[in-house]
């Protein structure tokens, strides 16, 4: 439960807000904020959509997660 904790303290503009946590006999669940357009991963690692970022994207988006 303390890394719940730290990560629901946690707030950075490019990171999703962990808004609870439920854990229940054999179910442990995080909720984070709703994202509209999906998570960055589904673009990054998918062979077919990683073609839409380009080199450029891809470094504004490694600057922004080193923010």
Do not use: T, W
């Not at 179910?27 to 998918?46: G, H, R, W």
């Not at 380009?54 to 080193?66: T, V």
């Amino acid at each position: 439960m303390n890394e719940v904790e730290v990560i629901s303290r946690l707030q950075h503009r490019n990171l999703v807000k962990l808004l609870g946590c439920c854990v229940e006999a054999e179910e442990k669940m995080l909720v984070y904020e709703y994202m509209p357009n999906k998570s960055l991963d589904a673009f990054v690692f998918d062979p077919i959509k990683q073609n839409v970022l380009d080199l450029i994207k891809h470094f504004n988006i490694i600057e922004g997660i080193g923010r």
